[in-house]
DNA sequence: ATTTGATTACGAAACAATTCGTAGATAAAG
DNA sequence: CTTTATCTACGAATTGTTTCGTAATCAAAT
């Protein structure tokens, strides 16, 4: 298997993907401990997930110690912005200004949040 | 089964949900030839489908003569608050604002668009 | 050298989602 | 009344995801 072809992980992939987008070369055991804290699996579940995301294409690995290190192929942005489309699509029939409203509507936004957005649109529109 | 406990559809639920969101009641035939616009099945799975959303409360139906009439059970915009919700966190680590502008980034939104969304948000940061 | 502990590989079970075929019921058309 | 079409019910196959137990391997510690 291969190929950057699957920009719609799981959400068990989706969370080890996180993981590794943030932390950069991870070992499983890496993985394992920071996905312990919100959820209760076993090692070699985590194992099995990344081994799965490994022959899918979605991660690489360095398996040249006995360790083998782990790196996200999938680009971060990407992902997210297929997923915030699919989204948009599936859940507010195509409008991405209801679900931006929908998304700062409810307390999910402070101020900081909104005003950064402000000046986000002033960019955008200026163009 | 019952209660509207269950704010996590599947995909193939949610297609349907959008279909009674916006029409009201429908039949089952009513929402396959929306659905099959979009996707081939055949009219057993759409109804499959239906009768296990209503196992689980999703939809209600009124089965008072031969062809049954579904309606949706679970609110829309409580429904939308929570997948938002859920995205921000599984993929964008608990920032809205990231998604947001994730969102709007890629002319997902037309100028319009975001024009109303600067003008909700001046309505927010005033209150 | 032997034991202990951590690691990978692998198969399989458990669960969930999707799809569809078939049968039986009901109504409409002839 | 009989045929035809449409509908529901239901079981089952298929596919995908998640979970974990067990065995084999390797390295470090004793």
Redesign the pocket.
Known sequence: MAAINNLKP????LEILQILWEKGNC???DVHEILEKN?D?????T???M??MLEKGLVARD?SS???IYRALLNQEKTQQHLVDKMIDNVFNGSAARMVMQALGNHTASKEEIDSIKKYLDGLSNQ
């Open positions: 799981t959400e068990s992939e070992t499983v055991r959820k699996a076993g090692y070699t579940t194992l099995k997930l081994q799965i398996a006995k360790t083998h």
